[in-house]
């Protein structure tokens, strides 16, 4: 990838302090006073705020916020917000982007916002015949939706298609679904969707002569997938001994067992949704539609498998794609109310959520390089120890110089646990 003077290759960002990194941050995302302090938590969610959000509010709760640094997609650099308490995420997909960012940086693609209503049809005589009927009313179903959100309509979004299956059988007898597709723009579309979908009810009784139920998103958004691919030299996966070959080649294995045994894919997804989980939460996304998203999807040929495919292409390189629902909006919601989350957005500097859903799916794939490689080049507690050592460290009661030292002994020792930290501690106090 061509460097370039506004770039997220960014050496020594790691070594730098927070506030250093704030400040590199707000230079690179031309951020002002009020982003700032939301990022770094003193203008974040407070508890008026918060209460306006959900119910029975005691508190605001904090995670860490990182940023991730050397990611090159479709030819433009991003510093990208990922919110989350996992060591080691935040740096693998630093590191991976950078592997990935010598073979040209990412590529990626999304699909359309349209999503899933969901109209459930039941006490009707011929399902099949319902709908028949269903389908050729499609013009007027359509037109109905589309009146009930006028101002998205006038975005270019509204009503798409209509769709119907038949279920013949399920433990409450015959039912027919209606699927209507809907373009929600830059919206997460959940409000707009089942808005909609209230709407049809009655022309759905009458069209069908059955009895409507439920009317509901579906968070299945296989209609709204998002797509990132990317390729490594494999002279860049050297590492410590291991020929980058014999990285990549290892890299292969541990996603072929991924694909064909459920119980390793269920680790290989979640560590996907490592990377994914963190950016959504960071721009005020709902984790957990995507989340339940992307599992379904996985399961989709009737057998739950891997998100991600990787390969050796014969030419030198490792090259990796991974695919899965990303409905992820850029307005309404907690992406306008929670400052902190309107502080990532423009850090990130996305101007649509399809462009949004493309990051989000680049970062996905980063991690899962950055785990397959550590599984393959070194095992995964060798990354992982020293950033969980601290956290251990930091439980048993360590401040300040102490949270180190007792980390940097556990790792030396190779025992990482609560009770060998609060013996460490107890001497390097007494000494």
């Known amino acids: 990838m061509q460097e370039a003077e506004h770039t997220s290759r960014i050496p020594g960002f790691y070594d730098l302090s927070a506030e250093q990194r704030l400040a590199v941050v707000r230079t690179f995302a031309a951020l002002g006073d009020s982003d700032t302090e939301a990022l ?30 050397n990611f090159g997609i479709n030819g433009r650099d991003y510093l990208v917000p990922m919110a989350i308490e996992e060591p080691s995420v935040v740096a693998g997909a630093s590191y991976a982007a950078r592997l990935v960012r010598e073979g040209g940086g990412f590529a990626a693609g999304s699909d359309a916002p349209v999503m899933i209503g969901q109209i459930q049809v039941l006490d009707v005589a011929d399902p099949w015949l319902a709908r028949s ?12 939706a589309n009146a009930q959100d006028p101002v998205l309509t006038g975005l270019g979004g509204g009503a798409r298609e209509v769709e119907a299956r038949v279920f013949e059988a399920s433990p409450v007898g015959p039912m027919l679904i209606v699927h209507l597709l809907y373009d929600v723009r830059d919206a997460m579309g959940a409000n707009a969707v089942n808005t909609a979908a209230e709407a049809l009810a009655p022309l759905i009784e009458e069209t069908t002569g059955g009895r409507v139920n439920l009317r509901i998103l579906s968070n299945l958004a296989d209609h709204r997938l998002a797509r990132a691919w990317g390729r490594i030299p494999l002279e860049a996966l050297a590492h410590e001994g291991f020929a980058g070959e014999q990285v990549g080649r290892g890299i292969v294995e541990a996603w072929a067992m991924a694909a064909a045994d459920p119980y390793r894919a269920a680790t290989h997804n979640k560590g996907i949704m490592n990377g994914i989980d963190a950016v959504v939460i960071a721009t005020g996304n709902d984790w957990r539609a995507i989340e339940a998203g992307a599992h379904a999807y996985a399961a989709r040929s009737g057998r739950y498998t891997t998100l991600s495919h990787w390969s050796l292409a014969g030419d030198g390189y490792l090259t990796g794609s991974l695919e899965l629902p990303l409905a992820v909006g850029m307005v309404g919601g907690a992406t306008k109310v929670h400052p902190a989350a309107r502080a990532a957005l423009k850090l990130l500097g996305v101007t649509s959520a399809r462009e949004l859903a493309q990051v989000i799916a680049a970062v996905g794939l980063a991690q899962n390089l950055a785990a397959l490689r550590a599984l393959a080049a070194e095992g995964i507690q060798h990354g992982h120890m020293a950033l969980h050592a601290r956290q251990v460290a930091m439980a048993a009661g360590a401040t300040g110089a102490l949270v180190a030292r007792v980390a940097e002994q556990m790792v030396r020792e190779g025992t990482v646990r609560l009770d060998r930290a609060e013996a460490i501690l107890g001497v390097m106090r007494e000494a």
């Open 40 to 69: 770094r938590g003193d203008g974040g969610l407070n508890l008026a705020r918060a209460e306006q959000m959900i119910e029975n509010v005691v508190g605001v709760f904090g995670l860490p916020l990182g940023v991730a640094t």
């Open 133 to 144: 009927r269903l389908l050729a009313a499609r013009e007027r179903i359509l037109e109905l």
